[in-house]
């Protein structure tokens, strides 16, 4: 709604329902992992909605936003934990969150000077809720354990107020300079916390853990300053230095009273690169090199069955990217990118087992990724595509004992598009590489999985409006 030339107000409402089956396990020893044993199929359902109200002013001076958000989420989910057709183990994980948000944002108009600057405020409320089960089956004495279940509620509160700065002066034409700061504080508390065994029938016969008010407080001052010369009109280097940061708070999950709270994570981020278009824009060069120094970063500690703790660690992290697009003909593309990382521990030992990691490899962090893409789309509205995506080494506990050795899966994409629609047929993980995205140690069982998908074809229609 524009109800006049200088006001815009819009209103965006989403909601998703969402259900599928539930998480499937496979031992890593076992000769197929798509062939998996289990006593059910279990389920995740999640349902959400989100509203945000905009509201924009612009004048010749300066242009005002505020933006007003509500997300709502909702996730039921059971599983058969232990890999096997005995019924020895099986989680369920209950969680809804409700977050108000409120931004308000003051900032040069779009066609100024040399100077650019922008203030504004923040702010966001989120409650939280978490009911949770370890089930132990008729089959649970192997793991020497008694039929019943531990029952985990959670109930969580938080609130982030936030207010933010940064101007950007061009000195020539070549060179310009950005100072930013913004002031985080972030307040978490943990209304109430209950941790108890139960009988399979659901009765509590006896209390583990509970607690009630726990508080865990962050405050942060981020200062960023960057600096961009154009040393042509079609390269221009940038480098820029940013103080990183991610609140502490509490821990849902905890099975003990010492591990309720956890400190936030403090890093500086130095990053050095270069950006170029050539020809017209049908060959474009992207350099980055980047060093982040992290204090205080957050581990999660646990196995499959808990996530026990959130302690806290110094990681150092060194890395480039480098990324390539080239138009060599009409409607022919070609897109290319490579990721070199570099990511360890400098100082952290295991809190339980006192194993030293210092020089690990962090999780979930290859130290190689690439991707290749060629795409034709003709004027008749045939599109034709085939991409490459490869990674390195994968590791998956702090260990670095559990891992994903390099793959590349290729997908491709043959579709006919008209107007604003489109239909396509497409063949993801195209020659069925097998690959593993999570490993956990399950003694006395082995090592689980879960495994990426197998070749997946398909077809696919797409409208936009």
Known sequence: WTPTDNWEISFNAYVDDYSDGGYALAFLDQADPFEVEQTFNGNFDRTTNTQALRLAYDNPDFEFTSITARRFSQSESLFDADASAADIFRIRNDFDSTLWSQELRLQSPAAGDRWEWIVGGYFESRAFGNDEAQIFGDDAASLGAAPGAILTNGDVDETTLAAFGQVSYRLNDALTVTGGLRYESVNSTLNSYDNVFAAPDGTPLFTLNTAADIEQNSAV???RLAIEYRATPDVMLYGSVTRGYRPGGVNFRADNLQT???????????????K?????????VKLALFHNSVDNYQVLVGDLLNIDSIENADVSIFGGELEVRAIPLEGLEIIAGLGLVDAEFTDYSNPGTGEDFEGNHLTF???LTYNLAVQYRSDLGLLGRVELLGFGTTYFDDANTLKQDPYAIVNARLGYEFDNAGIYLFANNLFDTEYITQAFAFPPFGDV?????PRTIGTQFRMQF
């Open 365 to 367: 962090s290859p130290s």
């Open 221 to 223: 001052v981020l200062p």
């Open 449 to 453: 999985a879960a495994f990426g998908a």
């Open 260 to 274: 309720l709270t956890f400190d936030e994570e403090r890093s500086w981020n130095y990053e050095v690169g270069a």
């Open 276 to 284: 170029s278009s050539w020809w017209d824009d049908r060959f474009i």
